[in-house]
């Protein structure tokens, strides 16, 4: 017999491992609402909080409680409810309180700007797994620049001091974007120092659902992301970690010609606001309508048939060894290509001058512009090489990371998100 687990994340990777072999829907990430009272100018879902159409085509919570209650029923354990903004429902408490009582692990995605008292109240009577706030600036003139609205920082720090207040399982979370860049250190040390809450960053946009490319004016470039890895020194290490288990083939035997490599599909899935069944928050080609149909059914027959998809072509990404550190995956290609087995070259940059910055070997995997004798190797070398003696000069107090121009946006259609997403499927706790 197997020694029992020595924490909740050992428990978790163990049920997973022999759960993976049984494809069941332990993961289920659902979307209550794309509507939201902010207006981001990074989102990739958001619509106002009073869109006519969305607030008529969203799932009734009769309809929640239904497919909840299939969803327990399917083997679901994880639930993650993300946006728009979750609160933005006038009944979400009452969504909430039923996924508790059928004994599912639930986390929260929010922007904490509409918690209440009496939202944490409840929360803090029927307690969930953690609560995710994403914060957009460290000060209010970055904050209400990115989100659009005034006032907007203050309800968020309300919201999250209400929900610390009730001793609930908060974090702190941020979308690294060319409009909030240098205050992500600012925003760590303030999660940490002042409230004492972990904290995360993210900078890897996407266009919008909608196909919209708006959120990409604001996404970093490449260099830069990289530079917020390196100096951060829990993020070097934690990708040092991820390097050691990951880079490596990433597909198992019998499976290497599967389009479809995370959990989606196998242990997890992902609901939109309106009943779309999908095998991610972000893969809106296949989609099963549960407002007509069953979870057994979704799950069981139309899931099941996406996720045994082939690819019908090799291409760079085929054998390529750095994928689970890139963020490439077909949702991702759908969005930015059209194609989910097109490679986005702005992914693979990243992936190969990380890999590059920190001294990993990239093992081949065919014509790659961005490996050893491809056209783009030299020109990224070099932007390794700048990024080191950056980060070695920030780091020897020789200077700090300029503040930098902010580019004038037009104005983004409808709200946002503040939510971030759990869109591979098998959620890893840990992970943004």
């Known amino acids: 017999m197997s020694l029992a687990p020595r924490s909740y994340t050992e428990f978790t990777s163990r049920l997973h491992d022999r759960l993976g072999r049984k494809r069941v829907p332990i993961d289920v990430s659902i979307e209550v609402t794309r509507r939201c009272p902010l207006e981001c100018a990074h989102c990739y879902n958001n619509l106002p909080m009073a869109d006519p159409v969305a607030r008529r085509e969203e799932l009734t919570l009769a309809q929640h409680v239904r497919i909840l209650d299939e969803l327990a029923d399917a083997g679901t354990m994880w639930l993650l409810y993300t946006g728009g903004e979750i609160f933005a429902r006038a009944d979400f408490l009452d969504i909430y309180r039923h996924a508790k009582a059928k004994g599912l692990i639930v986390t929260l995605f929010t922007n904490g700007t509409l918690v209440t008292e009496r939202i944490a109240d409840v929360l803090a009577e029927w307690r969930p797994f953690s609560v995710e706030v994403t914060l957009y600036g460290r000060t209010r003139e970055t904050y209400e620049r990115l989100t659009g609205i005034p006032g907007s920082y203050d309800r968020c720090l309300a919201g999250v001091r209400r929900l610390v207040d009730r001793g609930l399982s908060v974090s702190l979370k941020t979308v690294a974007v060319t409009l909030n860049r240098h205050e992500v250190e600012d925003m760590k040390r303030f999660a940490r120092d002042e409230l004492g809450l972990e904290f995360k960053f993210d900078a890897m946009m996407t266009p919008r659902l909608d196909c919209?490319?708006?959120?990409?004016?604001?996404?970093?470039?490449?260099?830069?992301?990289?530079?917020?890895?390196?100096?951060?020194?829990?993020?070097?290490?934690?990708?040092?970690?991820?390097?050691?288990?990951?880079?490596?083939?990433?597909?198992?035997?019998?499976?290497?010609?599967?389009?479809?490599?995370?959990?989606?599909?196998?242990?997890?899935?992902?609901?939109?606001?309106?009943?779309?069944?999908?095998?991610?928050?972000?893969?809106?080609?296949?989609?099963?309508?549960?407002?007509?149909?069953?979870?057994?059914?979704?799950?069981?027959?139309?899931?099941?048939?996406?996720?045994?998809?082939?690819?019908?072509?090799?291409?760079?990404?085929?054998?390529?060894?750095?994928?689970?550190?890139?963020?490439?995956?077909?949702?991702?290609?759908?969005?930015?290509?059209?194609?989910?087995?097109?490679?986005?070259?702005?992914?693979?940059?990243?992936?190969?001058?990380?890999?590059?910055?920190?001294?990993?070997?990239?093992?081949?995997?065919?014509?790659?512009?961005?490996?050893?004798?491809?056209?783009?190797?030299?020109?990224?070398?070099?932007?390794?090489?700048?990024?080191?003696?950056?980060?070695?000069?920030?780091?020897?107090?020789?200077?700090?990371?300029?503040?930098?121009?902010?580019?004038?946006?037009?104005?983004?259609?409808?709200?946002?998100c503040g939510s971030g997403c759990g869109s591979c499927g098998t959620r890893d706790e840990a992970r943004w």
């Open 212 to 416: 919209g490319k708006s959120p990409l004016e604001v996404r970093l470039r490449p260099e830069d992301i990289v530079e917020l890895d390196l100096l951060d020194e829990d993020r070097v290490r934690e990708w040092a970690e991820q390097a050691a288990l990951f880079i490596r083939p990433q597909h198992l035997p019998g499976h290497e010609n599967d389009v479809y490599h995370c959990g989606g599909g196998n242990n997890g899935l992902s609901i939109d606001p309106y009943g779309g069944m999908t095998i991610c928050n972000f893969s809106m080609r296949d989609v099963y309508d549960l407002k007509r149909g069953t979870v057994a059914d979704g799950w069981g027959r139309f899931l099941r048939d996406v996720r045994a998809r082939q690819i019908t072509r090799v291409t760079k990404c085929t054998a390529c060894q750095l994928k689970s550190l890139c963020g490439m995956c077909p949702a991702n290609a759908e969005l930015e290509t059209g194609d989910a087995e097109t490679p986005v070259d702005f992914l693979c940059e990243v992936a190969h001058l990380r890999a590059l910055a920190l001294g990993w070997r990239v093992p081949e995997h065919g014509t790659c512009e961005f490996c050893p004798g491809g056209p783009r190797h030299a020109a990224m070398a070099g932007a390794a090489a700048r990024l080191g003696e950056r980060v070695a000069a920030i780091r020897a107090g020789a200077r700090r990371p300029a503040r930098v121009a902010l580019p004038v946006l037009a104005a983004p259609s409808g709200a946002g």
